[in-house]
Structures are given as structure tokens and as C-alpha cells.
């Protein structure tokens, strides 16, 4: 029984072995000695006017997440419009309820100002 597992334990101590052998191998041929200049970001030759860590509002995560969560949703319509023939009125009501779901979600959403961008 636990001779199943040792495939699954080699290839775990191999992983940590590599990433702890990536990570000593960054510290020893990294920048040891970094200054103002090397520590800029770089793009385009653009001197950068502005810090490169930004704060960025809540929002803007709460509107990227929505737009995955219903992204991903709206892939769920192409397997049901394959095989509707098959699924009959079963499938035609299932998607309504389905379709019902995501309307209720998006109109509390919109209710609680989860879509306002100011």
C-alpha cells in the first residue's frame, strides 16, 4: 500500500530539491551589490516619472473577478447549445434556471454598486 506512494515521494523530494537548488543559485548569482539605478524599472528606454508599484482600488479586483466569474459562466452555454436537440424542453428549462441564477446575481451586484467605476 505505501509502495504506491513512493513514486508520488520521489518526485515530491526531486521538486523541493530543484526549487531550493533555483532559489541558492539566484541568491548566489544575483545582484549583490544593488543601487538606485539598477533598482528602476525599465521600459522603453522611458525614464519612469511615476512609481511602479501603484496602489490599486478594490474595485478594480471586484470588477476583474466578476467579469472571470460570469466569463466563465457564459462557457457553460456552448455544451448546452451541442447537445440541446438531445436535452429537449429538460435542457431548455434547466438553462433558463441557469440563465435566471446569473441574472438574479448580476442585478444584486449592480444593486450594491459593485459595477460603479468612479
Known sequence: MLSDYAPLVIYAVIVVGVVGLLITLS???GPQKPYKSKLLPYESGIVPVDPARKRYSVRFYLTAMLFIIFDV???FFYPWAVVLRQLRWYGVIEMLVFIGILL???VHIWRKGGLEWE
Open 27 to 29: 541568491n548566489l548569482l
Open 104 to 106: 438574479v446575481a448580476l
Open 73 to 75: 459562466e457564459a462557457v
